[in-house]
């Protein structure tokens, strides 16, 4: 054994100094702080998607954008990267920005059903609904519960006329959420829109709208649209409760000429006749208003009256036969029966272009790739006043065929 300088007897193991106890700890932290770095490194590109998909779901695909080029260069994360690229582009207004980056993703991997749902959307997006159509069926057979393309197959067979597909999506949606208030609403609306729409079509409807506000009570729209429904059936008491529910919550002058409507159907004169002097009061113009008044005038003996309100309700309602009818109706009692037959011949006109209608929007349904039929659907809507829905019938035949030249030409001249 040896001594210490200060005479004190060392151990045979000599002790670490104080240098060594320190670089010892340095190396330690030194190894921490490696193994750390090496941890936030090799998580950098999962972050930076994550922080693209924040972006992205708060509505700012310009940030989103910013945060991708890490992840695409990683392996690992490049698929999901190139998807978010994909939805950043449709969200700006660019679906053609997205067919690169969906190329790239193999369409048999994980993210197929994704993929195809994207397609569906750029091709939607550019006007070509029968190939959009083709991939979110494509897309809903791997991801059949997919609302978001549920929603989307629906916008796109509606848009494209068949009206079958759009229902059945909508039936598919509100199983899958049964919640969804919008969907149950667009259900109604559009199964009144199919050519069978009869009493059936109408008791469903009405489900549909009562689940709808179920649902969620503040629409009232919905309730609008719901007492129309009831006051045809004729249940004339639950429509004037849905109607005092929307009041001053939808456009006055047709609330007020459904409660005139109603009223005269009950037989209630005294009840019209104040609901047309309140709609009067508030200088409210309607259709139905009108011929009411005059229908109310002519009740009552007022004959020149009542030509006046009958001529105001054609003038305003000039594509509705029932307008014509009458007036017709009318002209007979006073025994001007050219004025009458002419009226009637108007009248009979529209009936015909509305059955005309009727069948071909069935001809559309059953086929969805046919441009000749909507463009001839076109045609009609103009015959009946209609030119935004006759735009849409010709930009449906031109997806169905981009180089339909008489949709074209007739699209045009609608645009001058």
Known sequence: ?????????ASGASRPSGWARAAGVAAVALA???GGGWWWWDGRADRHLERALRFLEDGRPESAAAWLAVPEADPRTEDRALLLRARVALMRGRPGDAIGP???IPEGGPLGAEVAFLKGEVLRATGNLPDAIAWF???????????????????????????????QALQDLTRVLPGDSAAWRTLGLVRMELPDAGEQAMIEAVSAYRTSLGIDPHQPAVRLELADLLARQGAYSEALDQLDACRGRVPEADRLALLARISWERGDRS????????????????????????????????????????DLAVASAPFDFRRYVQRATFLRTLGRLDEADRDA??????????????????EAAARPLDPDVRCRLGLLCEQLGKPQLAASWYRAALSCDPNHSDARSLLAELRR
């Open 271 to 310: 009840a019209t006749a104040s609901i047309l002097d309140e709609a009067r009061s508030h200088r409210l113009e309607h259709p139905e208003l009108f011929a009411l008044a005059g229908l109310l005038a002519q009740a009552e003996g007022r004959n020149d009256e009542a030509e006046g309100w009958f």
């Open 345 to 362: 011949r108007r009248a009979d006109e529209l009936k015909q272009a509305l059955l005309a209608m009727s069948s071909l929007n069935a």
């Open 102 to 104: 969906l190329d790239r």
């Open 137 to 167: 069926r494509r897309s809903l057979r791997r991801r059949p519960d997919d609302p978001d393309c549920l929603r989307s197959l629906a916008a796109a067979s509606y848009d494209l006329g068949d009206l079958e597909t759009v229902l």
């Open 32 to 34: 921490l702080v490696a």
């Open 1 to 9: 054994m040896s001594t210490d300088p200060g005479g004190h007897r």
